[in-house]
């Protein structure tokens, strides 16, 4: 796509970032509702560049909620712990690298938040996983931490043609947790594991609104491929993690305080990058909105 700005309104400037998914909304009061020309223009561009970036001051957790409901039914989070007191759909997230207590392992002080250093999509273990996930940044470290996300649409198109052939019509089971997965998860109570039995998702899936094919993985949580060996399920997925961290489907976030980045995870896998320095702090509130079981 041709990098140039899209004048939708009068105020308004959608502007295509220099990466293969991306763009950035400037010239729009997230804290009001939008006209109909706005949020029109604003949903063909969600469709169309997967990662939307709402510069602007910082919001409170009723402000980040009402900016979210713009994009779906927000859901409640579904660990307990994350939640933000009153407001159960906004989770706090601080991902700040603390010192190494000695005698304690680096997997001891951020073993949960190491996790999203893997590429993933939220909440693939549930049955109708979200649709749209809403960052907004409270405090950045003075460098690092960037949220890095893979454009799957166009990691799906750019496969061989035997490739598209050998997943089709595959499904794969998505827990919790997963051996495979280079770390573990939060430990949950038994209301929220009840909450949240193993399920199963195509490898490929149909975006329900643009209709285009996208790769539908997550390495935290993808444990098989149904009915064929484990071996050549482990191979297939360890080839599609290579796949899609090339860099011709990626774009790297650097966030700035008060960015709100909305992201469509049908067709996207992020990752945060954890190289920000000890002690600096990375706050964000993050909503979710419900998305559709994949087909
Ligand atoms: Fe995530």
């Known amino acids: 796509m041709p990098i140039t700005a899209t004048v939708a309104t009068p105020s308004l400037r959608i502007v295509p970032l220099d990466a293969p998914l991306g763009a950035r909304i400037d010239g729009v009061d997230r804290s009001q509702p939008w006209d109909a020309a706005t949020a029109a223009a ?8 997967h990662v939307l970036v709402f510069p602007g001051a910082t919001m409170d957790p009723a402000g980040v909620l009402a900016f979210a409901r713009r994009f779906g039914d927000t859901v409640a989070e579904v660990n307990r712990e994350k939640r ?10 601080n991902s700040t690298i603390k010192a190494i207590e000695p ?15 893997e590429w993933h999509t939220d909440q693939s273990f549930v049955e109708r996983p979200a649709k749209a996930t809403i960052l907004h940044a409270h405090e950045v470290p003075s460098r690092g931490g960037a949220t890095w996300f893979c454009n799957t649409a166009a990691a799906y198109d750019a496969l061989s043609d035997d490739m598209k052939r050998r997943l089709t019509g595959l499904k794969a089971v998505h827990g919790y ?4 997965a280079r770390y573990r998860p939060a430990v949950r109570t038994q209301e929220e594991i009840d909450e949240s039995p193993d399920v199963v998702h195509p ?6 609104e643009s209709g285009r094919k996208a790769l539908y993985l997550n390495f935290n949580r993808l444990d098989h491929i149904l009915d064929i060996p484990r071996a050549e399920s482990d191979a ?3 080839e599609l993690a290579a796949w899609v961290a090339q860099d011709r489907f990626i774009y790297r976030h650097n966030w700035t305080v008060g ?23 990375r706050v964000m509130l993050r909503v979710v909105t419900q998305g559709d079981r994949p087909f």
């Open 103 to 117: 005698g304690k392992d680096l997997q001891f002080h951020v073993q949960t938040s190491l996790r999203s250093e």
């Open 84 to 93: 933000l007191g009153e407001l159960p759909e906004v989770s706090r997230i």
């Open 42 to 49: 604003i949903q063909q561009a969600f469709l169309t560049r």
């Open 236 to 238: 297939i997925l360890d």
């Open 259 to 281: 960015d709100a980045v909305v992201w469509d995870n049908r067709c996207t896998l992020h990752r945060v990058c954890y190289d920000s320095p000890v002690g600096d702090r």
């Open 177 to 180: 947790d997963t051996a495979r």
């Open 203 to 208: 490898l490929v899936r149909t975006h329900p």
